[in-house]
């Protein structure tokens, strides 16, 4: 963190000067990575009393009670304050927050559990068996593209799912409007091996070298781009190997180089703090968080959770999502959803999570600006056709429309 000596005094009739504040080096390099002052940063205390809309703190960890904040936020002014403090606790604050019942109906959590069940029975049938980033091979199970796959086999339950106000809450709290949703489900049978401690996408994703290649301010950008998270599919003890955290480690500049130093590990190991959670909880966290799933030793407790990546309208997402056909998908249930009066707010949440918000990268040559600079986001488009009530075939053509005009093959 920079900071600003105190004005200098100045003799009569000549303008006060003050110290220049330190400069920041244009690189990091592991050399900057001292596990003393990395120490110093985590050893700060969550006050429950500086988060007022805040259950509890439990193991530094602040934690909401989720009904009780959507009774709180009554007007745009309520939501607004929510958001910024949600930003504070993932910034000046502890770096991640958890919400007691995210999800008040767990039945809609066991529908998708029982979606992306098929989903890992039907991919271990045809050869699959996809490795874990942060961990070795062995008991757990990988639905890469979840969040796809969901919407194509059960779009009914996609849309219940994603129309979840907590997840919208702390997505567009920390990303604004336009975020793109990803998700990848994980399972931890027990006896499951815990991953190695790490921060997350983007520049988590690099090894040192190359991420020594990237400016310091750029170190400063990434956490921004994303947010982290996670749903609670089943209970999760702590036996069951939820995952550890180490609140405050994500305000360590260079920590994109730190964590994979001995030292670091070593430090995480005897400090980081597991929050047990229950089916229907959830958690998110600043990407630069150091953090990774725990080792489940329970004998029968088999831990899913459906793992959230909401990255920014101006980065990418890790994944390839084809927005196209999610869109297709989900969208008759949207429609009949909307017919029946369901909350227009929970079908825009939705609706948020399966189309792209951001109307680039386009073919321009194409693709005309409408209303201003930007051309149509397919958020947009497929926001209209369930204001005006479009029809499946038309909808269908539109958005086969809308992909032919992002093509460069069509000019």
Same mark, same amino acid.
């Given at each position: =963190?920079?900071? *600003?000596?105190?004005?200098?005094?100045?003799?009569?009739?000549?303008?006060?000067?003050?110290?220049?504040?330190?400069?920041?080096?244009?690189?990091?390099?592991?050399?900057?990575?001292?596990?003393?002052?990395?120490?110093?940063?985590?050893?700060?205390? *969550? !006050?429950?009393?500086?988060?007022?809309?805040? %259950?509890?703190?439990? $193991?530094? /960890?602040? /934690?909401?009670? %989720?009904?009780?904040?959507?009774?709180?936020?009554?007007?745009?002014?309520?939501?607004?304050?929510?958001? %910024?403090?949600?930003?504070?606790?993932? *910034?000046? @604050?502890?770096?991640?927050?958890?919400?007691?019942?995210?999800?008040?109906?767990?039945?809609?959590?066991?529908?998708?559990?029982?979606?992306?069940?098929?989903?890992?029975a039907a991919e271990k049938a045809a050869g699959g068996g996809h490795n874990?980033?942060?961990?070795?091979?062995?008991?757990?199970?990988? /639905?890469?593209?979840?969040?796809?796959?969901?919407?194509?086999?059960?779009?009914?339950?996609?849309?219940?799912?994603?129309?979840?106000?907590?997840?919208? $809450?702390?997505?567009?709290?920390?990303?604004?409007?336009?975020?793109?949703?990803?998700?990848?489900?994980?399972? /931890?049978?027990?006896?499951?091996?815990?991953?190695?401690?790490?921060?997350?996408?983007?520049?988590?994703?690099?090894?040192?070298?190359?991420?020594?290649?990237?400016?310091?301010?750029?170190? $400063?950008?990434?956490?921004?781009?994303?947010?982290?998270?996670?749903?609670?599919?089943?209970? =999760?003890?702590?036996?069951? @190997?939820?995952? =550890?955290?180490?609140?405050?480690?994500?305000?360590? &500049?260079?920590?994109?180089?730190?964590?994979?130093?001995?030292e670091f590990r070593a430090f995480f190991a005897e400090r980081h703090v597991?929050?047990?959670?229950?089916?229907?909880?959830?958690?998110?966290?600043?990407?630069?968080?150091?953090?990774?799933?725990?080792?489940?030793?329970?004998?029968?407790?088999?831990? =899913?959770?459906?793992?959230?990546?909401?990255?920014?309208?101006?980065?990418?997402?890790?994944?390839?999502?084809?927005?196209?056909?999610?869109?297709?998908?989900?969208?008759?249930?949207?429609? %009949?959803?909307?017919?029946?009066?369901?909350?227009?707010?929970?079908?825009?949440?939705?609706?948020?999570?399966?189309?792209?918000?951001?109307?680039?990268?386009?073919?321009?040559?194409?693709?005309?600006?409408?209303?201003?600079?930007?051309?149509?986001?397919?958020?947009?488009?497929?926001?209209?056709?369930?204001?005006?009530?479009?029809?499946? !075939?038309?909808?269908?053509? &539109? $958005?086969?429309?809308?992909?032919?005009?992002?093509?460069?093959?069509?000019?």
């Amino acid at each position: =963190m920079t900071t *600003t000596a105190a004005p200098r005094s100045a003799a009569p009739g000549t303008a006060a000067t003050s110290s220049p504040a330190p400069a920041r080096p244009g690189r990091f390099t592991e050399a900057d990575c001292r596990v003393e002052d990395f120490a110093a940063l985590v050893d700060q205390v *969550t !006050e429950l009393a500086d988060y007022p809309h805040a %259950a509890d703190v439990q $193991l530094n /960890v602040l /934690v909401y009670d %989720a009904a009780a904040l959507r009774a709180s936020i009554t007007s745009e002014q309520d939501r607004i304050e929510v958001e %910024a403090e949600l930003v504070r606790a993932l *910034t000046e @604050g502890p770096g991640v927050v958890a919400f007691k019942g995210a999800f008040p109906d767990t039945a809609v959590v066991d529908r998708a559990t029982a979606s992306f069940d098929e989903i890992i029975a039907a991919e271990k049938a045809a050869g699959g068996g996809h490795n874990d980033h942060f961990a070795k091979a062995g008991a757990n199970s990988r /639905v890469w593209n979840a969040l796809e796959k969901l919407a194509v086999r059960d779009p009914g339950t996609f849309v219940d799912y994603y129309g979840n106000d907590i997840l919208a $809450l702390i997505s567009t709290a920390w990303l604004g409007p336009g975020y793109q949703v990803t998700s990848q489900v994980n399972v /931890v049978r027990p006896g499951g091996k815990a991953q190695d401690p790490h921060r997350d996408y983007h520049l988590g994703f690099l090894s040192n070298e190359v991420a020594a290649g990237y400016p310091a301010h750029v170190h $400063l950008l990434s956490p921004v781009l994303t947010l982290q998270g996670a749903v609670a599919h089943s209970d =999760m003890p702590v036996e069951s @190997g939820p995952t =550890m955290y180490l609140p405050y480690s994500h305000q360590y &500049a260079p920590g994109y180089l730190a964590w994979r130093l001995p030292e670091f590990r070593a430090f995480f190991a005897e400090r980081h703090v597991q929050l047990p959670l229950e089916k229907g909880d959830a958690a998110f966290f600043n990407p630069a968080l150091f953090h990774g799933a725990g080792n489940n030793v329970s004998a029968d407790v088999q831990r =899913m959770a459906n793992l959230l990546q909401v990255s920014s309208a101006f980065g990418r997402a890790m994944e390839t999502v084809d927005r196209t056909k999610v869109s297709k998908a989900v969208y008759p249930v949207l429609r %009949a959803r909307r017919s029946a009066g369901a909350d227009p707010a929970s079908l825009a949440n939705a609706l948020a999570s399966a189309a792209e918000g951001y109307p680039f990268p386009s073919n321009l040559d194409l693709d005309e600006n409408v209303g201003g600079l930007t051309p149509l986001a397919q958020s947009a488009l497929l926001q209209q056709a369930l204001d005006e009530d479009w029809d499946d !075939e038309r909808l269908s053509a &539109a $958005l086969d429309a809308y992909a032919t005009r992002h093509r460069t093959d069509e000019i």
